[in-house]
């Protein structure tokens, strides 16, 4: 069972949206984006889960969402110094090895893929937890880290489960 249909399964989702446009969306990032992220927006789209991280996804047109807040984050960092320092060792896309966010907390903390591999299935993910001076890194795809956020203690400081009496999802739209 792929991670897609276990974390829908989690969280009751039944939804599913229109088919991204997904050569305009990478055409726009200039970059190939990891399978399993893309299964998870073809399903779930942009939203929130249990009231607690905002994921990114693009429109079904392929504009908006995650292209346009990688642009407007490197744009950012490359006209000013003190956001650049922010973002490293790391620095953000297109930087070769670059942060590519794909969501955030209601707390602060931000997710990231690290984009040095060429084979962007390969992209760990990079979350900077507010507050906290040091990165943490994943070795797996977005739907299995969010699984994991919500049902893995293993998770450590990122595990939510223990939190929640309910695991949802609340789309930014609704699905058609």
Known sequence: MSWVVQLADAVGWRGRRPQVAWGHVEAALGAGLPVAYKEYADTFGSG???HFINVYAPEPSGKRGIV???LRLADQAAGDPWIADVYEPYGVYPKKGGLLQWAASEVGDSFFWRTGAEDPDEWEIVVQEEGEPDWLTYQMSVPEFLYKMMKDPGMGPLYI????????FLPASRPS
Do not use: A, N, T
């Open 48 to 50: 929130e889960f249990c």
């Open 68 to 70: 346009e807040r990688s």
């Open 161 to 168: 489960g223990g939190k929640l009496d309910v695991l949802s």
